[in-house]
């Protein structure tokens, strides 16, 4: 009986984005298979997305997506949009809030945990009696660049202008260079909603005032100085969840052009080949895909490349692949990617930087070629890689973000093989020691879920 009375039900509500949506599922399965229920809220399309497999005590939430003019009918994500789309995707989650209400008002959940978008669900939470927990799948280095919730919620206070955002701020008591190049906070939209008129600063700032405790996507082994700065800048409980590293159980064995893939690296070289990806959501203009396919070309070294899916038709040259016959392997669309980065040939990755593709690589032990996406965090992430000396970024105009092919494969040659790099690929290789612990990070998980049940204890 006593252990009944411990079991949580849970809601969990993530952002509209594949990348927000997994870690918050893979949150959502540990609570599960530890006997707690939880309820996953989402839209229809993007619940059909996970996986079938799920533990029975998750229970699907499906929310249909409010119509918002300017927003295609089909649309339910940040996949399917282009960047400057997006601010109407965050008007139709905004729209969700009395379905959200609703639920919660109707079901006996004890914590809801909530992504940095709903700055308006725990008002909403706390008069039904339900605990908040913001879960930020950001780094802690990234929360800290955003300052304190007083500075996040008045308005302007945070960045009057982009190149507010290009320096390290003021409140950061530990030596860093991280902060954003100009191209990559140029476009207003990154952070003002203009349909809301509130920038994701201050819908962040409200979200952290109105939780009881901020989990995020990190551990100690790693950044400790930001962990320690957070929980002084927001005064409250700050919970490190771990790095959440994929297991990567793999089910791609023999399977379509895997196969093919498969044996393509098993006949290189160890750690020769490097990888390519710049994530589903990264689309370049087709001049600097074209540079890119040249610094990539000229690095004269064994690659696989995978094309997104919002590369355009003519994105890559229309001679490249056959240029670069044999020792480069060019895959269009959704890859394997932990299924690429495990294999023993590959050595580094050129990264959009993302958070979870860079923990992804690190777990395995890869140099990283760190090449900004420009949007949301991927800018900090690539300059935190390169002060940690676990990846080198190819230099660009911090203005409109261009680049030359030689930067792109002297980047690559250095990270890959030149006598220089050799810190870079020591350094990566032993983060698999943080990144790639299962144990270490499932005691994170552990503790908060801890946190949790210790929560509606003392309620």
């Given amino acids: ?80 949009l282009l960047h400057n789309m997006v601010p109407y995707l965050k008007k139709a989650y905004d729209m969700l809030e009395p379905a959200v209400a609703e639920f919660l008002a109707k079901s006996d959940v ?64 530990y030596p860093t260079k991280v902060a954003f190049r100009l191209h990559e906070v140029i476009n207003e939209e990154d952070f003002v909603d203009s349909d809301a008129n509130m920038s994701v600063f201050e819908r962040v700032g409200r979200l952290i005032q109105g939780c009881e405790i901020v989990a995020t996507r990190t551990c100690s082994e790693f950044e400790a100085e930001p962990l320690s700065l957070l929980k002084k800048l927001y005064g409250r409980a700050v919970i490190p969840m771990g790095l959440l590293p994929p297991q990567n159980k793999s089910r791609h064995e023999g399977v379509g052009r895997w196969s093919e893939l498969k044996q393509w690296l098993d006949d290189r070289e160890e750690k020769s080949v490097f990888y390519i990806a710049l994530g589903t959501e990264v689309a370049l203009s087709q001049e600097f895909m074209h540079e890119l396919a040249c610094g990539i070309e000229k690095s004269s070294l064994p690659f696989v490349w995978v094309v997104g899916r919002k590369a355009g038709p003519g994105s890559i040259p229309s001679s490249f692949e056959s240029r670069v016959s044999g020792r ?43 090449f900004s996406g ?71 998980l552990e503790e908060f879920a801890q946190v949790l049940e210790e929560g509606r204890a003392a309620s």
């Fill in 1 to 80: 009986m006593e252990n009944e009375e411990k079991k949580l039900h849970v809601a969990m509500f993530p952002w509209l984005a594949y990348g927000h949506l997994m870690p918050f599922l893979e949150v959502a399965t540990f609570l599960a298979r530890k006997g707690h229920r939880v309820s996953f809220i989402s839209t229809p399309k993007n619940l059909q997305k996970l996986p079938a497999n799920l533990p029975p005590s998750i229970t699907l939430v499906e929310l249909p997506l409010p119509r918002v003019h300017g927003l295609p009918d089909s649309a339910e994500s940040t996949s399917e």
């Fill in 110 to 173: 004890d914590w809801v945990i909530q992504d940095f978008m709903s700055f308006w669900l725990p008002q909403k939470a706390r008069r039904l009696g339900v605990k908040s927990a913001f879960f930020s799948i950001f780094s802690a280095t990234t929360l800290v660049f955003c300052g304190p919730p007083s500075i996040l919620m008045d308005g302007q206070a945070r960045a009057k202008a982009a190149e507010d955002l290009t320096v390290v701020p003021q409140w950061v008591t």
């Fill in 328 to 370: 480069g392997f060019v895959w269009m669309g959704w890859a394997p990617q932990l299924d690429i980065l495990a294999h023993p040939s590959v050595g580094g990755f050129l990264t959009h930087c993302g958070w979870s593709s860079v923990i992804e690589a690190l777990g395995q032990g890869r140099a990283l070629i760190l």
């Fill in 374 to 444: 420009g949007s949301s965090d991927q800018g900090l992430v690539a300059r935190l890689m390169d002060e940690r000396r676990v990846g080198s970024e190819v230099p660009r105009n911090d203005r409109d973000g261009s680049f030359t092919s030689d930067s792109v494969a002297e980047t690559i040659r250095r990270v890959m093989v030149e006598p220089e790099g050799e810190e870079v690929r020591a350094n990566a290789w032993a983060m698999r020691e943080i990144f790639g612990n299962v144990e270490l990070q499932h005691k994170y």
